[in-house]
């Protein structure tokens, strides 16, 4: 009887002689990934997007069609309306504890300013490229370990004014929110961390002690 490209008959082995001639594959074809979307909100850790359609659906067997949306993690630091987001958003530039007392000589506060203040975090999650740091200025960063407590100064020079706090220090975050920081001088050193507590007479140990850029 008559024969038809029905897909089954390959499972089935009931084919025609002639079913990969007449009835030959045909793969799935999609186009071109479209251009990212904006971040779905402002002001939060939230997604873009980027979608794709269908140009040829697979016949007689051909591969199916992969996904037609992508979604990939984002943050915009402004709102719709162009004012910038809260501070806890900002990405946190830290460097070592060990530049602390020359930049207190550089730049002493006169007395009216506030001094400073320190804020503890507890690391969530570190790069690799943290232990790839071989400088003599960048070995502070092995340091840097999942799980550990932290201790970051805001010194004078780095307080922004009018708000009086350090960029990324986590000011209006909300408890465990995950932050996300920037080792200054290696920029495959970054990862995420949860705000303990701010610490208004500052008194971070030697070790595990870091400053805000």
């Known amino acids: 009887g008559p024969c038809y490209c029905d897909q089954a008959c390959a499972r089935t082995l009931d084919c025609c002689h002639d079913y990969a001639q007449a009835c030959p594959v045909i ?14 909100e402002p002001c939060k850790t939230t997604y873009r997007v980027r979608m794709r359609h269908i140009i040829q659906e697979p016949r007689n067997g051909g591969e199916a069609c992969p996904a037609l949306e992508e979604r990939a993690g984002c943050v915009e630091y402004w709102t719709r309306q162009g004012t910038e987001c809260q501070q806890s958003l900002i990405p946190a530039l830290i460097t070592t504890g060990g530049f602390g007392k020359a930049r207190k000589k550089r730049a002493a506060a006169d007395g009216k300013e506030r001094a400073g203040y320190c804020v503890e975090f507890q690391l969530v999650a570190i790069t690799p490229g943290c232990l790839h ?12 370990r999942e799980g550990h407590t932290v201790c970051v100064e805001c010194q004078h020079p780095a307080l922004h ?3 009086q706090h350090c960029y990324g220090d986590g000011t209006g975050s909300q408890k465990n929110q995950l932050l996300h920081w920037q080792a200054v001088g290696n920029h495959r050193c970054k990862g995420t961390w949860r ?19």
């Open 27 to 40: 793969p799935c074809v999609v186009s071109q990934w479209s251009a990212w979307s904006g971040c779905a």
């Open 133 to 144: 740091s071989h400088h003599s200025y960048t070995r502070w960063m092995h340091y840097l």
């Open 161 to 163: 004014s009018p708000s």
């Open 195 to 213: 705000r303990i507590r701010q610490l208004d007479t500052c008194s971070c140990p030697s070790v595990h002690s870091f400053l805000f850029i």
